[in-house]
């Protein structure tokens, strides 16, 4: 076989595992992880039950697979767009997240909470993606994604609070004024404040960033939720 036909096997492998991780996602939207056998699992794909072994070594290994995925989605959809001047890429930030939640309810729900009993290899999973998360508002507040261990406490506090609100956000959609993605991120954000505030009283070397610039906001509801951050270097 030549590089260009292993090239075409590699990529229709790919693409091949992408579709199984899709069908399993929605699977598992549903259907708890216990009630879905492999073989369930396969009729519902269209394939032989060896090609999920053959992707996945085991029904355990395809779970944590999905997490994976769907946790390398969350991430990149809340710290997207490293671009932006800093304030405008921490309200990106915590729209990404809600906007995940908001579309991705079981798939959230594994990922804050552990998975399957509170699956060890998931609860590492969650622990990254937190890292990744703080990493990113840390970047946006002060120009850097590592911070003394008491600031990065203060953030985890914050970050700890955004998962309980979004779970309990998530599970009452659409209910008599229940707040929409937008409203509940401007209330996130001004918590974030009160948060870096509190960080600068402890830690020094933490200084809260001062008020956006005006021109960092095209309507005055946008200025009024804007976290006051300036552009870092």
Not at 25 to 53: E, M
Not at 114 to 135: K, M, Q, Y
Not at 194 to 207: G, K, M, N, S
Request: glycine letters at 10%; hydrophobic letters at 40%.
């Amino acid at each position: 076989m030549n590089n260009s036909q292993q090239r075409g096997t590699t990529e229709r492998s790919q693409v091949r595992r992408a579709e199984l991780i899709a069908t399993g996602r929605k699977l598992f939207a549903d259907t708890s992880y216990d009630a879905l056998s492999v073989d369930d699992i396969a009729q519902h794909a269209g394939v032989a039950k060896g090609l999920i072994y053959y992707y996945f070594k085991s029904k355990r290994g395809y779970y944590l697979a999905i997490v994976e995925d769907s946790v390398a989605e969350l991430v990149s959809r809340a710290t997207g767009e490293p671009d932006l001047p800093s304030a405008e890429r921490v309200r990106r930030t915590i729209d990404g997240y809600l906007h995940y939640a908001e579309h991705h309810h079981a798939a959230y729900r594994t990922i804050v909470t552990g998975g399957v009993g509170s699956d060890a290899e998931v609860l590492a999973i969650r622990d990254a993606v937190r890292e990744e998360l703080l990493a990113a508002i840390a970047e946006g507040a002060y120009g850097r994604r590592t911070v003394p261990p008491l600031a990065r406490l203060a953030l985890l506090g914050w970050l700890s609070g955004v998962e309980g609100t979004t779970l309990d956000w998530i599970g009452a959609l659409g209910g008599e004024g229940q707040p929409g993605r937008a409203e509940l991120g401007a209330l996130l954000v001004r918590q974030l404040r009160a948060t870096l505030t509190v960080i600068e009283e402890f830690v020094p070397e933490c200084p809260a960033p001062p008020a956006a610039p005006e021109g960092l906001a095209s309507t005055p509801d946008d200025r009024r939720d804007h976290l006051p951050v300036t552009e870092s270097a």
